[in-house]
């Protein structure tokens, strides 16, 4: 039950891999889920002109946006290990690499190539080309629980 409250049932955030909720129990979690995407930020395509790299502010956090060959990828942009910035890092064989202790993140996936188990995964967002501008969402989850 919510504190200073009769009503039993709340609603989870899920936000990428993370679990957002006022409930006291997240274990109850159940069945009724419904996704959606939120828009982060609309990025001008121009400020890829000169720089390759693009941090986004998406406040409690910022997100780093990369342009590549392949496309647009974007990833929360505080490293896991050890929080630096990754927008100040490089790109090396499809990964970003944090700049201060050169951590590989896979751009596609957030996933992290090296070292391997010392922290979690980059949480990663949607881009979409929308005529001179990016586009970066952050998908989610809502659950009802109770």
Known sequence: M??????????????????????PDESVVRDAE?????????????????????????????????????????LEDACNH????????????GCLMCPVHAYAFKLETGALV????LCADQRTF???TEGPNLLVYDPFKLVLIG
Do not use: C, M, N
């Open 82 to 93: 050890a929080g630096a910035s990754l927008s100040e890092g490089w790109v090396e064989d």
């Open 114 to 117: 090296r070292p391997k188990g």
């Open 34 to 74: 419904r996704g959606g995407v939120k828009l982060v930020a609309k990025v001008p395509l121009a400020e890829f002109e000169q720089q390759d790299i693009v941090r986004v502010s998406y406040p409690p956090y910022d997100v780093v946006v990369v342009k590549t060959e392949s496309g647009f990828h974007a």
């Open 126 to 128: 949607q881009t979409r």
């Open 2 to 23: 919510l504190a200073g409250s009769s009503i039993e049932k709340a609603l989870v955030w899920l936000a990428g891999d993370r679990l957002r909720s006022s409930h």
